[in-house]
């Protein structure tokens, strides 16, 4: 998937988690290596509410791979709310 293809499907229309992904995809992103970016382009095929619940810190994802990109995608948002 090419990168500004990979921008607009960062953005869900829900406004918690477009401010959670679209700074993830412009600033982590670059920087995973393919195994993570193949993960994360995964990870927007899932639905808007499961995706609302994981980082929340609600629910995990039940599928390990994807648990993986999660947990790398809330340190991200922790991080930046932090600074």
Not at 18 to 24: A, Q, W
Not at 33 to 59: I, N, S, T, V
Not at 60 to 71: A, K, N, S, W, Y
Request: glycine share 4%.
């Amino acid at each position: 998937m090419e990168y500004n293809r990979l921008r607009w499907a960062s953005r869900r229309g829900m406004l918690e988690l477009d401010l959670i992904l679209m700074p993830f995809v412009e600033q982590a992103y670059p920087s995973l290596g393919p195994e993570d970016q193949a993960l994360y382009k995964r990870l927007l095929e899932c639905e808007d509410q499961d995706m609302f619940a994981w980082f929340l810190h609600r629910q995990d994802p039940e599928d390990e791979e994807l648990r993986r990109i999660v947990g790398i995608v809330r340190s991200f948002a922790c991080e930046r709310a932090s600074t």
